[in-house]
């Protein structure tokens, strides 16, 4: 039961990435919009932590089985139930701090030090301890078999002696503990090397921008929605490089989410079109009810190309702007309006 529940665990955590890499392949606007990526952000927290959790349960009951191994309590399914029930509920609950705060899809840094503490560190020393403590119990039991090691050699001379398979016990232990310490040192690499590197990145980035993370700049200058806000600070010297970009983003109708717009995301776009022009020429020619839909639809998505290029073009503008200029601080900042929004 316990393999299958870290089957499970995988499963849909793998499941839960398959739709957010679909979602972010051909739906971008919809998984960064607010209303959904609040869930997403809950949902992936969970489905990876679960994971975690799945193995750290296995070794909780590897242990159980050591250190009480005359108690059947630890061999029914009734504990297995008991174990994996309680597995989800903590992962349930220990991830609902993710919902704090969601009135932007940006993940503040605190979040994203509590998901690495949450998933990466606690699992992986639960895992050390855990093996720790198991380690110790045989070592304990493989002691406790030494003094009769003499009697065993005895045994080897007079094959009637019945100490005989106290011997093969502690060659059986013996073998165990090295397989126990492997065993230790492999799954805390897993932990440490598959998990790690992802989340010590999302943190190193969140405080790579500025003294502060991306989400905690929006939200201190409530600037706007478009973005540039974290990346610039309004009152310094670059600040009117975000009034540039504020402007170019409502003339096309842009939100911050086009900082995730991609090369490749443009041009499967261009894909479609491509095919929609060509569906559109066939049922044009068979004279086909449906050429009318294939025109609203090809004329949709030209729409969101243009869009999605102009919005693309004035990031990379207000970047250059930053990376080249220093044309002074944010009007918002002059006029001492900084403190509101200027979107409406």
Same mark, same amino acid.
């Given at each position: 039961m316990f393999t299958l529940n870290v089957c499970l665990a995988i499963i849909?955590?793998?499941l839960y990435w398959m739709i957010y890499y679909?979602?972010?392949?051909?739906?971008?606007?919809?998984?960064?919009?607010?209303n959904t990526c609040g869930f997403l952000s809950y949902a992936q927290v969970l489905c990876t932590f679960q994971v975690s959790l799945a193995f750290t349960v296995v070794s909780i009951h590897r242990l159980c089985l050591i250190a009480y191994p005359t108690k059947l309590f630890f061999?029914?399914? @009734?504990w297995a139930t008991i174990c994996v029930l309680s597995q989800w509920c903590v992962g349930v609950v220990l991830s609902l701090p993710i919902l704090i705060d969601q009135s932007s899809c940006t993940t503040v840094k605190w979040k994203r030090i509590y998901t690495l503490i949450l998933v990466v560190i606690i699992p992986s020393l639960s895992h050390v301890i855990i093996n720790s403590i198991i380690v110790k119990y045989v070592r304990a039991s493989s002691l406790?078999?030494?003094p009769e090691i003499r009697a065993t050699q005895i045994s080897m001379i007079n094959p009637t002696n019945q100490n005989q398979p106290r011997a093969q016990h502690q060659t059986k232990i013996s073998r165990r503990d090295v397989h126990l310490l492997r065993h230790m040192i492999f799954?805390?690499?897993i932990f440490v090397g598959g998990w790690m590197p992802i989340y010590v990145m999302t943190v190193v980035m969140a405080c790579a921008i500025g003294a502060a993370s991306i989400s905690e700049n929006?939200? @201190?200058?409530?600037?706007?929605?478009?973005g540039c806000d974290a990346f610039v600070t309004s009152c310094g010297s670059k600040g009117a490089c975000c009034d540039v970009h504020d402007q170019c983003y409502k003339e096309h109708g842009c939100t911050w989410a086009s900082w995730l717009y991609t090369d490749s995301l443009v041009a499967s776009i261009e894909q479609s079109i491509l095919s929609m022009e060509a569906s559109k020429l066939l049922a044009e020619k068979f004279n086909l009810a449906s050429a009318a839909v294939i025109a609203d639809s090809?004329?949709?998505a030209k729409k969101i190309r243009d869009q999605m290029v102009a919005c693309r073009q004035c990031n990379n503008d207000a970047m250059s702007c930053v990376v080249n200029l220093n044309p002074g601080p944010s009007t918002c900042c002059t006029a001492k309006t900084c403190g509101q929004p200027r979107t409406n």
């Open positions: 849909v955590c793998a679909i979602m972010l392949e051909f739906n971008p606007l919809k998984l960064f919009s607010v061999k029914t399914k @009734r406790r078999v030494r799954m805390f690499f929006i939200h @201190r200058q409530k600037r706007d929605n478009f090809l004329q949709q």
